[in-house]
């Protein structure tokens, strides 16, 4: 029984535009998000989080977005680089929880 | 500025041979965790440790061990390798609980054949 799920094993799209990657959850006592970011023979980055009593927040080129009612989150990205290729973890916990990630979405960004 | 170690990075193993997956990192922190990546998978929580002496259960812990003796390392043991513990297997530290972001290893690439 997935807790988080990525519904989207890959996306792809064109350098300069907007990637959006998206994020539903079922646990409704998650109150903390997390986006991971991973190159192939490499580990996990960190990129952006959340908490559960904003709906928005965003560093430079990366957004993220919480919906609460609908337990959903989105990370959008603009404009989209080819570095920005790797796929995407969402990860999400309740308080002094232990992280749940989903399956991940794979990025492809088009020159 | 390593941050956290992984080694090996790749290792085959025999069914029933045991080894140790080592970990170390260097930025003090408190928490430290094991995860298993199957492919098309997400990572799952194999244990963590929240301080040097304390480990605990995580989501799939059945078939391996570990210990932290020391709040720099957390060593991963695999006993008696099985074919379904073929993995990769990250290795990350926090400073704090889980609203911290946690720093990943480069991964341990495991096959039992």
Known sequence: DQQVKQNSPSLSVQEGRISILNCDYTNSMFDYFLWYKKYPAEGPTFLISISSIKDKNEDGRFTVFLNKSAKHLSLHIVPSQPGDSAVYFCAASELRGNLIFGKGTKLSVKP | ?113
């Open chain 2, 1 to 113: 500025n390593a941050g956290v170690t992984q080694t090996p990075k790749f290792r085959i193993l025999k069914i029933g041979q045991s080894m140790t997956l080592q970990c170390t990192q260097d930025m003090n922190h408190n928490y430290m965790y094991w995860y298993r990546q199957d492919p098309g998978m997400g990572l799952k929580l194999i244990y963590y440790s929240v301080g040097a002496g304390i480990t605990d259960k995580g989501e799939v812990p059945n078939g391996y061990n570990v210990s932290r003796s020391t709040t720099e390392d957390f060593p991963l043991r695999l006993e008696l390798a099985a074919p379904s513990q073929t993995s990769v297997y990250f290795c990350a530290s926090s400073y704090g609980a889980s609203n911290q972001p946690q720093h990943f290893g480069d991964g341990t690439r495991l096959s039992i054949l």
